[in-house]
Structures are given as C-alpha cells and as structure tokens.
C-alpha cells in the first residue's frame, strides 16, 4: 500500500479515537503524518505506534482553536517534511445533555473548535496546497446531522456547519485544484463513546443496514480514498460512513 507516498498529511485530534485510526492508515499508505493534538502525550504515543510500524510521523502540540498555535502546526510540518498535500479536520469536542442546558459558554467552546478550529487548519495550510497546484481537505462532519440527534445540539449544528463550509470552500478552492470533501461517520465506538454511554452504545445498530456497532477502522478507507489521487474530481461532497443507518 503506496498510494500516499511522498505525500505528507496532517490529521488533527488524533491522539486517540478515530483521528488515530485514519494517521495510522495515512501512514501505513506512505504518507508522512503529523498528528496535531491538544493532549500532546496521546500524540506522541501515536506518532511511536506509527514509527514502530515503519512509518514516519510528527507529534505537534495543537490547539485548533487558537490561530497562532494552527499557524504554527502549519509552519512546523513545512520545516519538518517539506510540504502539506492533505488535511484532515478531525479535531472535536462533543458532550450531551437536554436542549435547553446548555450555556453560552459551552456554544462558544464546541464552535470555537468544531467550526472555527476546522476554518483555522485550511487557512494555514491552503497557501502551501496553492503553490504545489493541489491539495486534499477532508473535514469530519456527522450522521447525527443528517438524523437530527436529540441531546447534542451545539455538537449537531457545529456539524451542519461542516457540511456548509465543506461545500462553499469546495467553490471557492476548486480553481487552486483542492479537493474540500467531508465524511459523516455514525456512532463508532470510541473512549469518548464509552465515556459518554458507560452503559453502552450500540442503541443503533437496529437502524443500520449492518448490525453491528461500528468502530474507527470502518472511517480509514473512505478517508484514505478522499485522501488519494483516485478522488481528484469529487468536491464537495459528504460521505456518510455509518453501515446505512442515514441516507441522503
Ligand atoms: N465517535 C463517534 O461516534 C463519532 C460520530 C460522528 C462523528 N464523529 C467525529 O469524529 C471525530 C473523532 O471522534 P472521536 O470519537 O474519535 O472523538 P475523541 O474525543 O476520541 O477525539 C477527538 C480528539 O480531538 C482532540 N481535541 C479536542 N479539542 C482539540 C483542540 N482544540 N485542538 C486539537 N485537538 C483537540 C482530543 O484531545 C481528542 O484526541 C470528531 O470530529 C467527531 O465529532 C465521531
């Protein structure tokens, strides 16, 4: 599996969970993959599995929140490998609770990174995509937003807010040759799953086309494929990757 190489991606929040999923597979398809993660330790141990595993990777310190701290992941990747070809915006903060406890500060922390955060990642590393005449964004959206998931509202909006960025950027980028796509994955079984439901989370796999509850391993391929030449002229487009529980 060589279809990356040469390339070199950046994968945010992927110090555990699904982010570590698509940098291990990034990786093990010869790309170069700097793990941008705000719990810098979990990056790092990435980063070890990755190299144990005859890859290369680089752990930044991120917070895709912060501009100065996104312009420097940016500049640090460049002064590491030489390039950025692909970005995957799979940093995000969800929780859930009733409609109407949320507080204002909670609004303005899920959009800070699940909106602005993305924004911030393909500000920094489009001027380097536009000089080598192409690049690869893949923001990760959700089902839930196609559902319409009760108990996650700020969470559902911000990633309806993916799918509108993803599809106005894609108009706004396709005249540099960068592809912008988004993926919708289901209810994968992650810790922050098993944070949130420690009873379980498998409520939905009777909705889905197969029955069992999907894991992280399930996301790679879809994002390896947006990730590669063999999607070159699909933009703007979101992909749900959750065994046919929506489909739009
Ligand atoms: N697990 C699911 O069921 C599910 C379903 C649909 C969509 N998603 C999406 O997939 C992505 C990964 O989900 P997950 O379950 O692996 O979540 P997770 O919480 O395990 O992983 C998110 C990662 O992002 C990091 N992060 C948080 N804030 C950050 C910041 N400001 N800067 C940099 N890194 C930051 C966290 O430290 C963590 O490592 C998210 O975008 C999530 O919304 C997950």
């Excluded at 144990?52 to 992941?73: F, I, K």
């Excluded at 969470?155 to 980028?173: D, F, P, Q, W």
């Amino acid at each position: 599996m060589s279809r990356l190489s040469g390339r070199v991606a950046i994968v945010t929040g992927a110090g555990r969970g699904i982010g570590r999923a698509y940098a291990r597979r990034l990786a093990a398809e010869g790309a170069r993959v700097v793990i941008a993660e705000i719990q810098f330790t979990n990056a790092q141990r990435v980063a070890e599995e990755i190299a144990a595993a005859g890859g290369q990777a680089l752990a930044l310190h991120t917070n895709v929140a912060d501009w100065e701290s996104v312009r420097q992941m940016a500049e640090q990747t460049v002064a590491r490998f030489g390039r950025i070809d692909i970005l995957v915006n799979n940093a995000a903060i969800m929780d859930v609770k009733p409609w109407d406890q949320w507080t204002s500060e909670e609004w303005d922390a899920i959009f800070s990174v699940n909106v602005k955060g993305l924004y911030y990642c393909i500000k920094a590393v489009v001027p380097y995509m536009r000089q080598q005449g192409k690049g690869k964004i893949i923001n990760i959206a959700s089902a839930v937003f196609f559902h319409g998931q009760p108990y996650c509202l700020p969470y559902a909006v911000s990633k309806a807010a993916v799918i509108g960025l993803t599809r106005s950027l894609a108009r706004e980028l396709g005249e540099y040759n960068i592809c912008v796509n988004a993926v919708a994955p289901g209810l994968t079984e992650t810790e922050r799953i098993r944070e949130l439901f420690p009873e379980g989370a498998d409520f939905l796999v009777p909705f889905q086309c197969f029955k069992r509850q999907e894991q992280p391993e399930d996301l790679v391929g879809t994002v390896a494929f947006l990730a590669s030449d063999d999607s070159d002229f699909l933009t703007g487009q979101t992909i749900c990757v959750d065994g046919g529980w929506m489909m739009h």
